[in-house]
């Protein structure tokens, strides 16, 4: 399940609540401060994300991932 997310919460409040499987869309302006964040939340939280930059739609797309799947690649 993907969503969009304007200014409605803050990335770290709508990361963090993210279930595995679950994804959310930023606008690409935002790539840096959401790989970042993903980075540096994900080991302190112990969740495992990962990124996607759609360069047409011009947006990066944050999945939760399992911590097994962490290594993985398809």
Known sequence: MERNVMN???????????????????PLERAHTVKTSCSSYGMLWNKKFKTKIDREARTITVTRVRMTDAGKTK
Do not use: W
Not at 8 to 26: K, M, N
């Open 8 to 26: 409605t919460s803050t990335l770290v409040d709508t990361i963090g609540g993210l279930r595995v499987g679950e994804s959310v869309a930023y």
